[in-house]
């Protein structure tokens, strides 16, 4: 069963060695959006104008999907009208991150282990199991990134994703900022997919950079 896109992500947010997470909030909102992109892509679930349909509300049979595609489906099914993308992020980010985690367990990619910061509070980590799966995909990124564009949209859309969030550290960690984030600018900006598909990544690549600045607000205010 093929990775997806939230997993992927996930993978690079965690350490190897600790198995904590880096760039924790601003990882969660895109793995959320990974999830929505594999289903966009999957043709269950449209974004457009800022709002989120499901259009399908058939199995995919990757259960990380299915779960979110049918919590989705009964939470769209309640409102008046097609729910906002920073709605969905917001409510199920922290669902979305758990679940990919326990994904991730599952597939024996990562282990859980149980800590206790001061000897009193417990914390769970999961440091890397199984580094196959990342090593492929950070020398995929890195290919895509020195050698040119790439008409897989799989791919390319999880560029867009990390852009977005600003992920370009857990990505790249030897590229400066600076020098990755025009390239990656330029590389999700073309003719790479479908126009649904593409209007979906900027609906939610404006909606990470939302609910991202609302919550430093929160957080400084």
């Known amino acids: 069963m093929a990775v997806t896109l939230a997993e992927e992500i996930m993978l690079l947010s965690l350490d190897d060695e600790s198995g904590a997470a880096k760039e924790r909030q601003?990882?969660?909102w895109a793995v959320a959006g990974g999830i929505l992109l594999d289903l966009?892509?999957?043709?269950?679930?449209?974004?457009?104008?800022?709002?989120?349909?499901?259009?399908?509300?058939?199995?995919?049979?990757?259960?990380?999907?299915?779960?979110?595609?049918?919590?989705?489906?009964?939470?769209?099914?309640k409102k008046s009208r097609a729910p906002k993308v920073t709605e969905w992020l917001?409510?199920?980010?922290?669902?979305?991150?758990?679940?990919?985690?326990?994904?991730?367990?599952?597939?024996?990619?990562?282990?859980?282990?149980?800590?206790r910061v001061l000897g009193l509070f417990p914390v769970t980590r999961y440091p890397e199991a199984d580094g196959s799966v990342e090593r492929e995909l950070r020398a995929?990124?890195?290919a895509v990134v020195l050698d040119g564009?790439?008409?897989?949209?799989?791919?390319?859309?999880?560029?867009?994703?990390?852009?977005g969030a600003k992920l370009h550290r857990l990505a790249f960690p030897d590229v400066p900022r600076k020098e990755i984030a025009p390239r990656l600018e330029e590389l999700t900006a073309g003719e790479w997919a479908a126009e649904g598909v593409r209007r979906?990544?900027?609906?939610?690549?404006?909606?990470?950079?939302?609910?991202?600045?609302a919550t430093v607000m929160t957080v400084t205010s």
């Open 140 to 142: 995929r990124l890195s």
């Open 90 to 115: 917001t409510k199920d980010h922290g669902k979305a991150v758990k679940a990919t985690v326990e994904s991730l367990r599952e597939r024996g990619l990562v282990r859980e282990e149980q800590h």
């Open 26 to 28: 601003s990882a969660a």
């Open 40 to 77: 966009v892509l999957a043709g269950r679930v449209s974004v457009d104008d800022g709002r989120v349909r499901v259009t399908d509300a058939t199995p995919t049979e990757v259960p990380l999907l299915d779960e979110r595609l049918r919590q989705l489906t009964v939470w769209c099914g």
């Open 200 to 213: 979906a990544i900027r609906d939610m690549q404006a909606a990470m950079v939302a609910v991202t600045a």
């Open 149 to 163: 564009p790439t008409h897989h949209a799989r791919t390319t859309g999880l560029l867009a994703l990390i852009h």
